[in-house]
């Protein structure tokens, strides 16, 4: 059983099972009185493996087997009972994420989590939250992100910055970053990831890592490198026994990466592959759907997208809807259907602004068709404001700046000035920035007209009040401003700000 638990630390699952297998056979040789503990012992590392070679159905098996005594003595004993039940609750909630019941893992997470702490087990309450973060992170980016933090916090407070488990944290708060958009911080966390989990340990874990760093290289418009990274991820799938959550996605953005090389060939050949099920979904749709605008077929697009877009295909989660409407709005402008593309883009904007989530304006650069916008009606000003500010130094991305490879043009993507945010257009700017906004402080504007106080803008972006203060002084020297208020109105008159009427809270 030692020599189980020391392979399952290497990664050896094939020895681990094969020690596993002589120790359950030599059950009947441990003296009575100690073989119950010794049955326990043997169920651990049986969870322990099918953890790790992800297959749920054995997971969810062993972790009622567990739980099934403690139970039953109504969870009594808080010592070995109150440990076995946590390590089940927990291992059951991990594999429920990864087979997509998110309200189970979650109710198994937090009670596994509670548990550990109140037993004072924080490894355990650790390995509960750096994979609960996951869960947190498909109800929300900025959720996902406190409770990666909140993890990490924990870890570090134990020593435990570089062990696999705190990788796991790591990677999650990686991924939180990339959606909002904030590649830099996105990357620093997934270097840190890297060193500290062992992908062969965690398999589920490894993949989800695989996959930020391939929508980190998407967004960078690397889609080379970004292909290397899903490959990596394709193989770690592999080891699973269960099929991922995050395989059709992850197959989907794999394609996208190969419509951005101009393999368009190779790409209708694996969607012909296809069974119409996988085809039929979402994240399917938008591939097809950029396949189209490759091939410079804008109609046969909107079409592909059609039943996303109203709804009697689901989405799933709030980013795929989003880049379905993005797509949307990109194909209805080639078409020269301005008021159809605007109203699509609105949508998309309607579902980032909530959350933050900027990923698919990179992946999907338009930076002609959000400056356009930004000229109109909008209750996004700030936020598109945001995206271009992104999209700025890219440079070149093909077709006109729309992100498909069918022509070239130079960066278009700058702050747009005088923006009027009425039904006029643009109007002669009152006055010019003295230098452009950096990103960090265009976040910080956009908490300006709230009533919310510098420490808890400060709480909202996870920066210390003086690093809010700071972007604050240098948004009010830019703007020439002396106080909040005035800030607040130049940011307007520039089109930084949207107007008061359509402002929505932070």
Request: charged fraction near 25%.
């Amino acid at each position: 059983a030692l020599a189980a638990a020391d392979e399952l630390n290497r990664g050896s699952l094939e020895e681990a099972e094969r020690h596993l297998a002589l120790a359950t056979r030599e059950l009947r040789s441990v003296p009575a009185e100690r073989r119950g503990r010794f049955q326990v012992s043997l169920g651990i590392l049986r969870l322990s493996l099918a953890r790790q070679r992800g297959d749920v159905p054995a997971v969810a098996e062993e972790a009622q087997r567990l739980l099934a005594p403690v139970e039953a003595a109504d969870g009594a004993d808080l010592g070995i009972n109150g440990e076995r039940r946590a390590l089940a609750l927990i291992s059951l909630g991990i594999a429920e994420t990864w087979a997509y019941r998110g309200d189970e893992a979650e109710r198994h997470l937090e009670q596994g989590v509670a548990l550990a702490r109140q037993i004072g087990r924080p490894f355990l309450e650790l390995t509960g939250l750096a994979h609960g973060a996951q869960i947190a992170l498909v109800r929300s980016y900025v959720l996902g992100a406190q409770r990666s933090r909140q993890a990490i916090e924990l870890a570090e407070r134990h020593g435990w910055g570089e062990e696999p488990i705190a990788g796991v944290a790591y990677a999650r708060l990686a991924a939180a970053m990339l959606a909002q958009g904030r590649l830099e911080e996105a990357e620093r966390w997934l270097e840190r990831a890297e060193r500290a989990l062992r992908a062969e340990l965690e398999p589920a874990a490894g993949l989800s890592l695989h996959w930020a760093s391939a929508g980190l290289e998407l967004a960078r418009n690397r889609p080379e490198r970004a292909l290397d990274a899903f490959q990596s991820a394709e193989r770690l799938a592999e080891l699973l026994r269960s099929p991922h959550v995050r395989a059709g996605p992850m197959r989907a953005q794999a394609l996208q990466a190969r419509v951005r090389l101009g393999q368009t060939e190779r790409v209708e050949a694996v969607l012909a592959e296809m069974d119409d099920q996988e085809r039929d979904a979402a994240v399917m749709r938008s591939v097809i759907a950029a396949l189209r605008l490759a091939g410079g077929d804008p109609q046969a697009a909107t079409v592909a997208l059609a039943p996303v877009i109203v709804g009697s295909v689901s989405a799933g989660a709030p980013i795929w809807l989003l880049e379905a409407f993005l797509l949307e709005a990109i194909a209805r402008d080639a078409l020269g259907d301005a008021d159809a593309a605007g109203r699509a883009l609105e949508h998309a904007l309607d579902l980032a602004e909530p959350d933050v989530m900027l990923l698919p304006f990179l992946v999907h650069p338009a930076r002609r068709l959000l400056e356009r916008h930004a000229r109109h009606r909008t209750a996004h000003a700030t936020l598109i404001a945001e995206i271009l500010n992104l999209l700025a130094p890219a440079g070149p991305r093909g077709s006109g700046g729309e992100g498909f490879p069918t022509g070239s043009e130079g960066s278009q993507g700058v702050v747009p000035q005088g923006v009027t945010g009425g039904l006029g257009g643009i109007a002669p700017p009152e006055r010019t920035l003295r230098e452009p906004l950096s990103r960090a402080e265009t976040r910080v504007l956009r908490y300006l007209p709230t009533s919310l106080s510098v420490p808890e803008i400060a709480g909202q972006l996870y920066l210390s009040v003086n690093t809010v203060r700071t972007h604050m002084r240098h948004v009010y020297d830019k703007l020439d401003a002396h106080r909040r208020h005035e800030a607040v109105e130049r940011a307007r008159a520039l089109g930084l700000l949207a107007p008061p009427a359509r402002t929505r809270s932070a």
